[in-house]
Nanobody
Framework: EVQLMESGGGLVQPGGSLRLSCAASGFTFGNYAMSWVRQAPGKGPEWVSSIGRSGGGPTYADAVKGRFKISRDNAKNTLYLQMNSLKPEDTAVYYC?????????????WGQGTQITISS
């Protein structure tokens, strides 16, 4: 069974940083491109970032470009998202997923998510 477990969220002040982790199991992690998706209160899911299966080709939504960095460690079956210069509008539940499952119709494969709240 595919399992994704996000962690690292919390409450942080504007301008602060957080590092999210996504521990994967139940599939060969290194065979899949991975993505981060977020959902803010009252809004639909928003794609944040993707990375190729071997760590190449990172891409970012315009809203986070220059502030977030996606990475992965295939030996640890873990995906990361380093978030810097956080803004209140970054407040959301953050999910990881196979890029192939990043469409909201497949949200059942995103795991539980981790809550990020940016507030003073």
């Amino acid at each position: 069974e595919v399992q994704l477990m996000e962690s690292g969220g919390g409450l942080v002040q504007p301008g602060g940083s957080l590092r999210l982790s996504c521990a994967a199991s139940g599939f060969t992690f290194g065979n899949y491109a991975m993505s981060w998706v977020r959902q803010a209160p009252g809004k639909g899911p928003e794609w944040v970032s993707s990375i190729g299966r071997s760590g190449g080709g990172p891409t970012y939504a315009d809203a986070v470009k220059g502030r977030f960095k996606i990475s992965r460690d295939n030996a640890k079956n873990t995906l990361y998202l380093q978030m810097n210069s956080l803004k209140p509008e970054d407040t959301a539940v953050y999910y990881c997923a196979k890029t192939a499952d990043s469409d909201p119709k497949n949200r059942n494969n995103w795991g539980q998510g981790t809550q990020i709240t940016i507030s003073s």
